[in-house]
């Protein structure tokens, strides 16, 4: 069974159950909120860092390490700063409507960062972290969703790189409808984790439900290219490239 057939069962159970940069994702994003913005300000204490915010690029820092970033919608983002001989460093964060915020990204210990790594031997933390998706699994099937989320956003904290961790989260947002965390979490997971088919159908499968059919097209050509002997890929890949082809009809008439 595909992902996407996962989850469809999943959603079904759910319901029957219970400087300014200049991003492109700033100007008429189709998935884009109605809220006032929030401003993000990005501290590097470095010239010429690379920040992107959930995969997107914003800009880089300037000569006095600093970016600012408006236009920020409400809600959950990851933001990605590489430097200039470092590695890329991630930070979580919830942007709240018409407010300010300021991502301290001089130090990789930041509070306000992601740690890298994670900080338990190896061993333990990889039981650990079976032990909590097996546990957000239950608390999602039973329909317990704010529980679920913290439980698997505590072990994205303890291992970030981790993509199936993203893409457990992003499956989570995906059963209980919010189509935009969907979106930011499968983002991450396909970051993490390029070759994960399952991130990018679950992607694709966000980015349709928000009127994205463009991006759900690009995703859902990924997923088949990647794994041609699923079909479903295929038949999803042909159901939205109608339904593309009938909403550019319908802007000509």
Same mark, same amino acid.
């Given at each position: 069974m595909s992902t996407?057939?996962? $989850?469809? =069962?999943?959603?079904?159970?759910?319901? $029957?159950? !219970?400087? !300014?940069?200049?991003?492109?994702w700033l100007r008429g994003k189709k998935h &884009? +909120?109605?809220a006032p913005s929030t401003a993000v300000l990005v501290v590097s204490g470095k010239d010429s860092c690379k920040v992107d915010v959930d995969g997107e690029e914003a800009g880089t820092t300037g000569s006095d390490g600093a970016l600012a970033i408006k236009g920020v919608d409400s809600g959950d983002?990851?933001?990605h700063v590489q430097c200039p001989n470092q590695r890329e460093i991630s930070y979580f964060i919830s942007a709240l409507a018409?407010?300010?915020?300021?991502?301290?990204?001089?130090?990789?210990?930041?509070? &306000?960062?992601?740690?890298?790594?994670?900080?338990? +031997?190896?061993?333990?933390?990889e039981m650990q972290l079976r032990n909590m998706v097996s546990e957000a699994d239950q608390l999602r099937s039973s329909g317990q969703f704010?529980?679920?989320?913290? =439980?698997?956003?505590?072990?994205?904290?303890?291992?970030?790189? +981790?993509?199936?961790?993203?893409?457990?989260?992003g499956i989570t947002f995906l059963m209980f409808h919010d189509w935009e &965390?969907?979106? @930011?979490?499968? =983002?991450?997971?396909?970051?993490?984790?390029?070759?994960? @088919?399952?991130?990018?159908s679950g992607l694709a499968y966000a980015l349709e439900k928000l009127g994205d059919l463009d991006g759900a097209l690009k995703e859902y050509r990924t997923c088949t290219q990647m794994d041609?002997?699923?079909?479903?890929?295929?038949?999803? !890949?042909v159901e939205v490239l109608g339904m593309l082809y009938s909403e550019k009809a319908a802007k000509k008439r």
């Open positions: 996407r057939s996962h $989850i469809l =069962l999943l959603v079904t159970f759910v319901l $029957i159950g !219970y400087g !300014y940069g200049s991003a492109k &884009s +909120n109605a983002h990851y933001i018409g407010q300010r915020m300021e991502v301290d990204a001089r130090s990789a210990e930041s509070s &306000s960062g992601v740690a890298e790594s994670v900080s338990l +031997n190896p061993a333990a933390s704010k529980e679920s989320v913290e =439980l698997l956003r505590r072990a994205t904290l303890l291992d970030p790189r +981790n993509g199936d961790l993203h893409r457990e989260l &965390s969907a979106r @930011v979490e499968m =983002l991450e997971a396909v970051r993490r984790d390029p070759q994960s @088919v399952e991130a990018h041609p002997h699923d079909t479903e890929y295929r038949d999803h !890949y």
